[in-house]
């Protein structure tokens, strides 16, 4: 028998009588020592008693008629295809939305800002080849063929287009470059467009 | 109606009636129902001290066993299944109550105590004395902690075994003796400065 820290750990037990014969009669020794103990145990008793008829709470009268109503409701829900369905796939639907958009905000945020608003193709810068020797700054076409459309901006052929400067106008928006048009271009047949081309609206 | 193959003389097990109701037998979920009503409304009750909550909870019990009845297997006893899912519920409104308080400082001390008493016979002093009585009881059973609120209710009020308990709370059955007795003890220090 292993006498327990306190004795007040045995009373439960002592009281539903599972303790051993042994346990029992080292605490009824404690307890004959120590009234104001055995007072204790026996308010235990007593509480146990009173809890096990406490008044029991009546139910609703309508509980099963409430009840029979929620459930034809669901039944209901239940036999729509729509509800049913979204029902069935929410979990898995959620998880993918939940994806999709961590995948877009990592994507967001470990993009370069400039690219941040259009998608820019051509990764390496184009070259532009021209019939003729090209001047400076204010004469130069450029060609939007490595360009993807921003919305509502038609891709532009550049031999089609009548661009002037380093800018373009696409559907009443104006567009510009970050060319330096005060740069200075040396006189060739070649016109490298920078790769990162920064827009404003 | 398919109810009736069950046997009036011959009382069928909680088992038996989810077995029927999960072949399709919906007389048997009435009788679930009816069965449990009753018990689970006063566990719940004891444990949120709100009658309106805990029939609400009790409701959502009955709809959980109606929409999952699949679920439930016979490895287990069907009360002990049913016990987990209102208390599962009962722990949820807590919380729920618990961060409701954090907004509103006006819901404390205001819940209704109007419940109505099942009662055999009317005795108007003795029903005040014992109304009065239960009240304080329940509202230091209300003041205990929800793990000691939980056994107190489910062991001394509902007077399940401590091996159901244990599968319930889901706790070592060592564990929910323990507790129940430091429950107990608990409660009876704080019914002392009471009475």
Redesign the interface.
């Known amino acids: 028998m292993q006498k327990p820290r306190n004795y007040s750990e045995w009373y439960s037990r002592y009281l539903e009588g599972e303790l051993s014969a042994g346990e029992k009669r080292s605490l009824e020794n404690y307890l004959e020592k120590n009234p104001q103990e055995k007072q204790n145990v026996e308010q235990l008793a007593a509480l146990r008693s009173n809890l096990s008829q406490l008044q029991s709470i009546k139910i609703s009268d309508d509980f099963e008629t409430v009840l029979r109503a929620r459930i034809q409701m669901e039944k209901k829900i239940g036999q729509n295809s729509f509800f049913s369905f979204f029902q069935e796939w929410r979990a898995p639907a959620l998880g993918i939305a939940s994806a999709l958009l961590l995948f877009i905000a990592f994507s967001l945020y470990n993009s370069n800002p400039n690219d941040a608003q259009f998608t820019h193709s051509a990764a390496e810068p184009t070259k532009i080849v021209s019939s003729t020797p090209v001047s400076p700054a204010s004469d130069i076409n450029y060609t939007l063929d490595h360009f993807s459309a921003p919305p509502g901006i038609s891709r532009t052929n550049a031999h089609a287009s009548n661009l002037s400067g380093n800018e373009f106008s696409a559907e009443g928006n104006q567009h510009k470059t970050a060319v330096d048009s005060t740069a200075e271009i040396p006189v060739s047949n070649v016109i490298i467009v920078p790769a990162h081309v920064q827009y404003t609206y | 109606m398919e109810g009736q193959k069950l046997s009036k003389g011959n009382t069928p097990t909680d088992e038996d009636l989810i077995t029927r109701f999960q072949q399709g037998d919906i007389y048997a979920f ?1 009788l679930i ?2 069965r449990y ?2 018990q689970l ?2 566990f719940v ?2 444990f949120l001290n709100n ?1 309106e909550q ?2 609400d909870v ?2 959502e019990t ?2 959980r066993v ?2 999952k009845r699949h679920a439930y297997k016979q490895v287990a006893k069907f009360s002990t299944w049913i016990y987990t899912i209102a208390g599962n519920l009962a722990r949820t409104e807590l919380r729920k109550r618990k961060r409701r308080k954090l907004f509103s400082l006006s819901d404390i001390g205001m819940e209704e105590k109007d ?5 055999d016979e009317f005795n108007p002093e003795k029903y005040t004395n ?1 109304v009065m ?2 009240a304080i ?2 509202r230091e059973i209300d003041s205990l902690s929800a793990k000691f609120r939980e056994v ?1 209710v489910l062991r ?2 509902q ?1 399940l075994a401590y091996e159901e308990i244990a599968e319930i709370i889901n706790v070592p059955l060592g564990t929910v ?2 507790r ?2 430091r429950a ?2 608990r ?2 220090e704080k ?2 400065k009471q009475l």
């Open positions: 009435d129902v009816k009503k009753q409304l006063n009750f004891r009658r805990a029939e009790v409701q009955f709809l109606y929409r419940y109505e008493i099942a009662s014992t009585y239960e009881i329940q107190i001394d009020i007077g003796k323990s129940v007795n107990r003890l409660l009876q019914l002392k």
